[in-house]
C-alpha cells in the first residue's frame, strides 16, 4: 500500500494535506492503512462541528467498521472549517478512496503542528506494525 | 523477545497469502479474517456459496469398544444412541457446570468417534477426554495437525460439490457425515457448519488441502470467506461462540442450550450434579437477541441498560448484520430486566435497542 509523499501523518494514522498554505487550512482524513485495518467502515460521527476548535492528539470522533470501534484523533489544532458530510453519510467512501473523496474535516491551523511523519517515517511505522 | 509462541500456519497459508487475506493470528493460527470484503464474502455465502479455511479446529478422535460410553460420560450429550454416520451438537463441562467447549461429535464407525473442539480450547478438551476416559476401553488420539478442515456453505454448495464427487449427497442429511472422494481427494463430507445456511465441511488430510482449495474455490460462484464473515453469518444465526456468549463462568442453561444436557441419559457424567441443580432453578440471567434501532452498533462487553440508564446487562457479540441492514447483538439479560425500553450503552452513549427471538435469520 503506497502511501502519498506530499502528505504529513499522524501516529494515530491520520493523514494532514495542504501544510503551509496561504490561507493556513489543513485537509484531515484516515490513512488507507487504516482503514484497511479496520475493514468495512459503517459509522462515521465527527464531535465538533465547523467554527469549534481542536486539539492535536484529542478525540474528535468515532469511527466504526463492520468489525471494531476507533476514536478520530485531531492530527492538528485549530479551527474547523468544514467537515465532509458525504462521507458522514456514506462512510465506506473511506475504504474506497481514503486520501481523496474519503477526507473528514478541514483545520484552519492555530498553532504549528508538532511532531508530524513524513512519508517515510509514516511508511516504516506501519511496517513495523 | 515475545513470549507467545509464533501462530501456526494451516496447510492453506500459502493460499491465503496468494489471495491477499489480512491474517490475524486467531487461538494460536494465523487465519484468514478477510480477502476483500466482509459484507461481499457474507452475502456470498447467503446466495452463493463461500469457501472457508477452518483448519484451526480441533479433531480428536476417540476409538475403541468403549468409546461412546467414555463420551457418555465426559460429555452432556447422550452419543451411545447415535447411529453410525450421525453428528450432535454437544459440550464438554466442568464439574460446576461451567461449559469447557461447545463441541460437534461425529459417529465415524460403531467404534470410532471424531469430536470437534474450537481451536482455543483443543489442550483443555484433550485433557479433559483422556481424564474422563481413562476407565474405559477407548483411545483418545488428537488428530488436529494432520486434518485440514475446509468448509463450503450457502444455498449453492450442494451443486457445487455434487459435481466433484460421487457420493450420495442428496441423501446425506444435516448434521450427518459420509466418507468420500471430493475432486480425487479422500474426504470426510459432513453436512454441518457455522453460517445458518446448508453447506459442507470437509476433513481431508492436510497435504490434500490445497488442491482440495483450489478445485472448489475454481467453482463458479465460489468466493473465499473469512473469519470476519463466519463471526457475522454465526451472530445472524444466533449461533453461540466460544469466548463470547459460552465460557467456563457460563452454563448451558442461561445460554438457552438447556436441550442438549441430557439429564435422564443412563450414563452418570461429569458435570451432572451441578447441571441438575441448575436446570431446577430459574436462571439469573438468559441470553438475547437485540436490534438496534440506530446506527451504532453493540459491542462485546458493552452494558445493556433500562430507560432509566440502570445496568441490565451485558452484550456478548455484536455487528452491523449485512442481512438485516441493522446492528444485531447477542447479550445476556439479567432475570428481572424489563422487555421493552431497554438500550446499549454505546461509549458513553445511550443507544435504544429492541429485544427479538433469536435466531436473527432463518434460511426459507
Known sequence: ?????????????????????????VTVGITAHAADALGEIVFLELQPGEGDAVEAG??????????????????????????????VDEPKVINDDPYGEGWLFKVRITEEPGDLLDSTAYDKLIEGA | MSAEPSP?????????????????????HLMPLRYASETAEHRAVRTGAGLFDLSHMGEILLTGPQSSAALDHALVGNLTPMAVGKARYTMIVAHDGGVLDDLIVYRLADQTFMVVANASNIAVVRAALAERSAGFETRVDDRSDEYALI??????????????????????????????????????IARTGYTGEDGFELFVSSGDAVALWRELAAADGVVPAGLSARDTLR????????????????????????????????????????????????????????????????????????????????????????TLGTPIAMAYLDSGAPETGLAVDVRGRREPVDLVALPFYKRS
Open chain 2, 235 to 322: 451472530l445472524e444465526a444466533g449461533m453461540p461462540l466460544y469466548g463470547n456468549e459460552l465460557n467456563a463462568e457460563t452454563n448451558p442453561f442461561e445460554a438457552g442450550l438447556g436441550r442438549v444436557v441430557k439429564l435422564d441419559k443412563p450414563a452418570d457424567f461429569v458435570g451432572r450434579t451441578a447441571l441438575a441443580a441448575q436446570a431446577a432453578t430459574p436462571a439469573g440471567r438468559r441470553l438475547v437477541g437485540l436490534v438496534a434501532r440506530g446506527r451504532r452498533a453493540p459491542r462485546q462487553g458493552y452494558r445493556v441498560v433500562t430507560s432509566d440508564g440502570t445496568p441490565c446487562g451485558i452484550v456478548t457479540s455484536g455487528a452491523p448484520s449485512p
Open chain 1, 1 to 25: 500500500m503506497s502511501v502519498p509523499e506530499q502528505l504529513r501523518y499522524s501516529e494515530e494514522h491520520e493523514w494532514v494535506a495542504g501544510l503551509g498554505g496561504d490561507d493556513g487550512i
Open chain 2, 8 to 28: 501456526k500456519k494451516t496447510p492453506l497459508y500459502d493460499v491465503h497469502q496468494e489471495l491477499g487475506a489480512h491474517l490475524v493470528d486467531f487461538a494460536g
Open chain 2, 151 to 188: 468448509a463450503l456453505q450457502g444455498p449453492a454448495a450442494e451443486g457445487i460439490l455434487a459435481a466433484r464427487t460421487d457420493a450420495p449427497l442428496a441423501d446425506l442429511k444435516y448434521y450427518a457425515i459420509l466418507a468420500g472422494t471430493v475432486a480425487g481427494v479422500d474426504a470426510l
Open chain 1, 58 to 87: 484529542e478525540p474528535c470522533g468515532e469511527v466504526e467498521s463492520t468489525k471494531s470501534v476507533s476514536d478520530v484523533y485531531s492530527p492538528v489544532s485549530g479551527e474547523i472549517t468544514a467537515i465532509n458530510a458525504a462521507v
